[in-house]
C-alpha cells in the first residue's frame, strides 16, 4: 500500500496530533482521543458529542465547534471509541444542561456509547442518546442490527446543534435529532476499496468494470455488484431506492458526498443528476452539500443523503456554524 503515514499503529494519534495543530478553535487530547471546544462547555447549554472509527474524515472531529458538536471521540480507524473516551468526552462538554449523543447505528458504537452514558448517569449527568440510521441499502448488515447509520449523522449534528446553541433544552435538541433522522435516508456506491493502514491490502476486490451498490463506509457489501454505468444511471440507483423508503417531495436537503477519493469535479457531475432526478419528480433541491463530509479512506465513490425539510428544519440548517469542515454565517 501507498500511504502517508509513519507507520500503521500511529496513524490516529499522529493525526490528532495535526489536528490540534491546525486549528487552535479545538482543544485535542491527543493521548485519550478527544475533541472537544476550546475554552469549556458554556453553563446552561446542552452539550453534544459524537464519534465513531477513525477513516471517514472529516466526520466527527470536523464538525466541533460553534453550532454542532461540543466534542468527538475518535477510535482506531474503523473502530468504535471505546466508553471511557466516550465518557471523557461527555464529562468535558456537560455544562448542567445535559448532554445528547449522536450515535451511528453499529453495533460497536450502540454498545460503548450505552455503557458512556450510563457511567455518566452514575456521576448526575443526563444523557439522552439519538441513533442514526438513514442507509436503505441493506436491512442488517456485517456491522449492525437494522440500518447503517451515514449521511444523515452530519445532518443531525448540525441542525441539534444549531438549536441547542440557541439554549434549547435536552429534549428538545434530542426530538429534533430524531426528527432530522428520520426524514433523512442514504446510499452509497463505491468505484474502488479503500485499503485499512492496518490490513494492508484492499477491503474487498471490484473489477475495472464493476461497482458495488448500497457501500457502507467501511467498505461492507451493499446490494449487489453491478456494471459500471454511466453517472445519470448511478444516481438514479440511489434515488430509486431511496425514493421507495422515503417520499421525496417538497423542499429537501440533499447531500452528495464524496467516498474520499472522488475527485470534486465528479461529484458536481452527480450532484447536477441528482438535481434532475428530483427535479423531475417536482422535489427541489433547497439546501445542498457537495464534498467530503462521511468519507471511507481513500474509497472512490459516493452517496446520497436526502432529508425532507420543514420550515424550522431550513432554519436551523441556515443558522450559524464554525468548525473546520463547516462554516457559515459568522
Known sequence: MKKLINSPETVVTEALAGVAAAHPSLSVDVENKVITRAGGPRPGKVGLVSGGG??????????????????????????????????????????????LHVVKNYTGDVLNFQMAAEMAGDEGIEVVSVVTDDDV???????????????????????????????????????????????S??????????????????????????????????????????????????AAVALDAISADLTVGGDLLVMVNGMG??????????FNEVRKYLEARDARVARNLVGNYITSLEMQ??????????????????APVDTPALRWGR
Not at 137 to 163: H, M, N, P, Q, Y
Not at 214 to 233: D, F, K, Q, V
Not at 308 to 318: A, G, N, V
Open 261 to 270: 477519493g472522488t475527485p470534486l469535479i465528479e461529484l458536481y457531475l452527480v
Open 185 to 234: 435516508r442514504s446510499f452509497g456506491v463505491a468505484l474502488t476499496s479503500c485499503v485499512v493502514p492496518a490490513a494492508g491490502k484492499p477491503t474487498f476486490e471490484l473489477g475495472d468494470s464493476e461497482v458495488e451498490l448500497g457501500i457502507g463506509i467501511h467498505g461492507e457489501p451493499g446490494r449487489t455488484r453491478a456494471a459500471l454505468t454511466p453517472a445519470e444511471g448511478l
Open 137 to 183: 441499502a441493506v436491512e442488517d448488515s456485517l456491522f449492525t442490527a437494522g440500518r447503517r447509520g451515514t449521511g444523515a449523522t452530519v445532518f443531525v449534528e448540525k441542525i441539534a446543534g444549531a438549536l441547542a446553541e440557541e439554549g434549547a433544552d435536552l429534549a428538545a435538541v434530542a426530538a429534533v435529532a430524531r426528527e432530522v433522522n428520520e426524514r
Open 54 to 99: 477513525s477513516g471517514h474524515e472529516p466526520l466527527h472531529g470536523g464538525f466541533v465547534g460553534y453550532g454542532m458538536l461540543d466534542a468527538a471521540c475518535p477510535g482506531e480507524v474503523f473502530t468504535s471509541p471505546v466508553p471511557d473516551q466516550v465518557l471523557a468526552a461527555t464529562q468535558a462538554v456537560d455544562g448542567g444542561a445535559g448532554v
Open 301 to 318: 465513490g459516493f452517496s446520497v443523503t436526502v432529508c425532507r425539510l420543514t420550515d424550522e428544519l431550513t432554519r436551523l440548517w441556515d
